[in-house]
């Protein structure tokens, strides 16, 4: 077997934020900062729901194991508190493809910039690493 494309454990660092990979031991932590029904108001998924949130964690690790997806805490990196969460998905490295999406934090994170900052921690490492052909939003 080849190995990943995506070397585990990764992590990213930025000025304010470190994207580090979501791990168990975070799942009630992460799931603490989800139960504000304000984060998923306008989605199509509601992660404040435990029926709902555990599982689809416990599958992204599962499919992290296999090279599908990328689930990455978004921590400050001052008090690294962790205020949200990013993933690599679809990850295709045949075609040298992959999606950045399922992105969320705690709403008083809206607006701050920090968003903007993981994204373009994540896009650095698609086409400056990974060496990317392509690299799509899921929104």
């Keep these: 077997m080849s190995a990943p494309w995506i070397a585990?454990?990764?992590?990213?660092?930025?000025q304010r934020?470190?994207?580090?990979p979501v791990e168990e031991v975070h799942l009630d932590e992460l799931f603490e900062l989800g139960r504000d029904r304000e984060i998923w108001r306008l989605t199509s998924v509601d992660y404040s729901d435990p029926q709902i949130f555990y599982p689809n964690f416990?599958?992204?690790?599962?499919?992290?194991?296999?090279?599908?997806?990328?689930?990455f805490l978004i921590r400050l990196r001052g008090d690294g508190r962790i205020v949200g969460t990013t993933r690599f998905l679809e990850i295709q490295p045949q075609?040298?493809?992959?999606?950045?999406?399922?992105?969320?934090?705690?709403?008083?994170?809206?607006?701050?910039?920090?968003?903007?900052?993981?994204?373009l921690l994540l896009l650095a490492h698609c086409f400056e690493t990974l060496d990317a052909n392509r690299v799509q939003f899921r929104a």
């Design 95 to 119: 075609d040298r493809k992959l999606e950045i999406g399922v992105t969320w934090m705690a709403s008083a994170f809206w607006g701050s910039g920090i968003n903007l900052e993981c994204k």
């Design 17 to 20: 934020v470190e994207l580090c």
């Design 8 to 14: 585990h454990p990764l992590s990213l660092a930025g």
């Design 58 to 71: 416990a599958a992204a690790l599962r499919e992290r194991e296999l090279g599908k997806t990328y689930p």
